[in-house]
């Protein structure tokens, strides 16, 4: 796919393309059909990706792009992660976990780390050396982010950091986590820090099982275990402890709004597939096309693809702007992925059987689309947080 499927939607370019970000994406979508596309099946049937791929993708400059040159990033901003993800999300290799580590695990550090850890860590991230994670997740805190009780315990100048965490993306190949711990129990969300675990520099860390997902099978999505791991004070994020609450907070918009570029790109893809599927098939002597009812639907979907299209430019246009609220990236997260799970389950209804098929790429897409509602903070937490603001 050499063109943006949004224009399959018939829709203008958004301003803040502009033609650099667009020649990102064109070359995203490049390098993901050409080195991770024909490798996909391989990555799904291992649940994993192999190192030499980020490496790749960074050599392509495909990691760290909205991070300062000096810190060996590409010097660009949202717009341009967006490019990337959307150039995943087209090219339809969804459990390639650069966008968490682009624009939710980099930007931790370029906006809380102290300039010596941005030089340690950023050209790192940005060559692929170094693969990001965060680990905010607990078998017994999801949602509820404040329950979390892994513990970091100063120890003179070191902490040690006991605790589990599961559901975490990237977590076999990570090699640079974040974790929210408690630095002081007593104080609850007060008492958060983040803090980041090199894992080849510690002991104590331990991968645990790499988990068996229904769908975006390529990513080790994984539980991770600390069991007195020392790391350094210098690796807290932040000039004091306590402020990983707020730290979390200010960061979740891009979170969030990042999914919302996931929710969209698979949207316009599972569109571009089916209308040409129904193009082809036949049933009673016409091509399914022609039947009332799968214009209808296709009519409708296409209706809202290009609502969610227009929400979804005007947020990152915001955002880059520097105005977007917790709030509207919230709405962003859930009705995107909402409109993601309705536009791939109607699409499959389209394949008919074949759609069943994992053969069928829109098969993979069901699969893959589910989560988008649950992680980055449900949709029925999105819906609290709106809720809240009225
Ligand atoms: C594939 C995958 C990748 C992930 N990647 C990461 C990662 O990289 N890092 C990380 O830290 N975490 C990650 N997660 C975890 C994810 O963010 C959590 O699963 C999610 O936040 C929900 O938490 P939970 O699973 O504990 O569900 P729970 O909190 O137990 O929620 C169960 C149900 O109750 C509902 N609920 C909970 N509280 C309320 C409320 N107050 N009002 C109404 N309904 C409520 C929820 O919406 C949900 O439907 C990932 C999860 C998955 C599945």
Redesign the pocket.
């Known amino acids: 796919m050499a063109t943006n499927p949004a224009e399959v939607l018939g829709l203008p370019k958004p301003a803040w393309a502009a033609d650099e970000v667009g020649m990102l994406y064109d070359m995203a979508v490049r390098f993901m059909s050409e080195e991770i596309f024909p490798r996909y099946d391989e990555f799904e049937k291992n649940e994993i990706f192999d190192r030499e791929s980020w490496l790749k993708a960074g050599a392509a400059g495909l990691l760290c792009a909205s991070m300062p040159e000096k810190y060996g990033g590409s010097g660009g901003t949202f717009a341009h992660e967006s490019a990337i993800i959307e150039a995943i999300g087209h090219v339809g290799v969804d459990g390639f976990g650069i966008g968490?580590h682009n624009s939710i695990v980099a930007p931790y550090i370029l906006h809380y780390g102290s300039e010596e850890q941005k030089q340690m860590w950023l050209p790192k991230l940005a060559t692929g050396e170094l693969i990001g994670?965060?680990?905010?997740?607990e078998p017994g805190?999801?949602?509820?982010l404040q329950g979390v009780k892994t513990r970091a315990e100063k120890d003179g100048n070191h902490y040690k950091i006991s605790g589990s965490?599961t559901?975490?993306?990237?977590?076999q190949l990570a090699n640079l986590i974040i974790v929210?711990t408690k630095t002081d129990p007593e104080k609850g969300a007060k008492g958060t820090s983040l803090i980041v675990v090199e894992t080849d520099e510690v002991e104590g860390f331990q991968r645990g099982r790499n988990l068996d997902?229904i769908g975006?099978k390529a990513?080790d999505?994984s539980e991770l275990f600390f069991n007195d791991v020392r790391v350094p004070t210098s690796n807290l994020l932040g000039h004091e402890e306590g402020k990983g609450f707020v730290q979390l907070m200010q960061q979740l918009p891009q979170e969030r709004l990042q999914i919302g570029t996931g929710a969209i790109a698979m949207i316009e893809r599972a569109l571009a597939l089916t209308i040409d599927y129904v193009k082809e098939r036949k049933a009673f002597g016409k091509a399914i096309i022609d039947f009332q009812n799968t214009q209808f639907k296709l009519a409708e979907l296409k209706t809202e693809a290009t609502i969610g299209r227009v929400f979804y430019n005007d947020c990152v246009a915001r955002h880059i702007a520097g105005g977007l609220d917790p709030v509207t990236a919230s709405m962003a997260k859930y009705w995107l992925s909402d409109l993601q799970g309705k536009v791939v389950d109607e699409c499959l209804q389209l394949h008919g059987g074949y759609g069943y098929m994992n053969e069928y790429p829109i098969a993979r897409m069901y699969r893959d689309a589910r989560?988008q509602r649950?992680?980055?903070?449900?949709?029925?937490?999105m819906k609290?947080l709106i809720g809240r603001s009225l």
Do not use: C, P, Q
Not at 133 to 137: H, K, L, R, W
Not at 167 to 171: A, K, L, Q, S, W
Not at 374 to 381: D, H, K
């Open positions: 968490l994670a965060i680990a905010m997740t805190a999801g949602s509820d965490k559901f975490i993306t990237n977590g929210v997902k975006l990513n999505t989560v649950i992680y980055g903070g449900t949709n029925e937490i609290l």
